[in-house]
């Protein structure tokens, strides 16, 4: 499959704007949409508004691939990165991979796993994420969040509350409220939580790897074509490694190759 791919790509002469346009960026320039608030990914600075991350990285050698700039689209939640490839006004985003999620846009192949756990307050009894799925007790998400989804499927004695969003700040809420037990998110974002506010921790162990993947518009075959190239390029020559590294990220790792 891959070398199918990768032979395609070669006969339409992956070098420049002819791929670049209309198939891959038809404005003329790689417009792409990432989560805002999730640091695996990447983040923003707020004196320069510049863009820094795996994702960033990422965009821009696909966009040296293509020879167009890169234009980075900081957005907020899951489904303003979703809506803004299915109606055109980004060409890829970068969004974890999940069933729900799954007809509106297409899905590259995993190219990064972001590990999960959850925060709790410093005098919670709590200590492990194996303690967590018991009668009684609540736990938090942001709504639509890849934890709540996955909470939702495997847990089956506690009980899911979710918030509006999986910003820190309303991890925080919900847990000084007592609204929830325990509030799941990436290990980066709990982590900074914690080291910032000694009022909380993060309780030991993961849940699972968040598939990270590439979307494209339905339709463009040579989109999702080329951005799985990219990924396999990327994983192969460590480029990928060194982005992770660079970006300075915990509880993330390169996804294994899979087939397609």
């Known amino acids: 499959m891959r070398l199918a791919a990768a032979l395609l790509l070669a006969g339409l002469a992956f070098t420049g704007a002819a791929l670049a346009d209309p198939l891959i960026a038809p404005t003329g320039k790689l417009r792409a949409a990432f989560l805002q608030g999730n640091p695996a990914q990447g983040t923003v600075n707020a004196a320069t508004g510049e863009s820094r991350g795996v994702v960033v990285d990422l965009a821009n050698e696909l966009g040296r691939r293509i020879k167009v700039p890169v234009q980075m689209m900081p957005v907020a939640g899951v489904p303003a990165v979703i809506e803004a490839v299915r109606e055109g006004r980004a060409d890829i985003g970068f969004v974890a991979y999940d069933p729900s999620r ?17 925060l709790v307050l410093n005098d919670s009894a709590l200590r492990s994420v194996e303690e967590l799925d018991r009668p009684g007790l609540k736990i938090g998400a942001g709504r639509g969040d890849s934890i709540a989804l996955f909470v939702r499927r495997n847990f089956e004695r506690a009980t899911i509350v979710e918030g ?17 037990d325990a509030f799941g998110g990436n290990r980066q974002r709990l982590a900074t939580v914690a080291r910032e506010d000694p009022g909380y921790r993060v309780l030991d162990g993961d849940v699972f790897g968040v598939p990270q993947t590439i979307i494209v518009p339905k339709g463009k075959p040579t989109a999702l074509m080329a951005v799985n190239q990219l990924i396999d390029d990327a994983r192969a020559s460590e480029f990928l490694k060194a982005a992770i590294e660079r970006a300075g990220v915990i509880g993330v ?6 087939d397609r």
């Open 253 to 258: 790792e390169v996804a294994p190759p899979t």
């Open 102 to 118: 799954a007809g509106t846009v297409e899905f590259s192949q995993t190219y990064m796993l972001v590990k999960q756990t959850f």
């Open 164 to 180: 509006a969003d999986p910003s820190p700040a309303t991890a925080k809420q919900m847990l000084s409220a007592k609204a929830v």
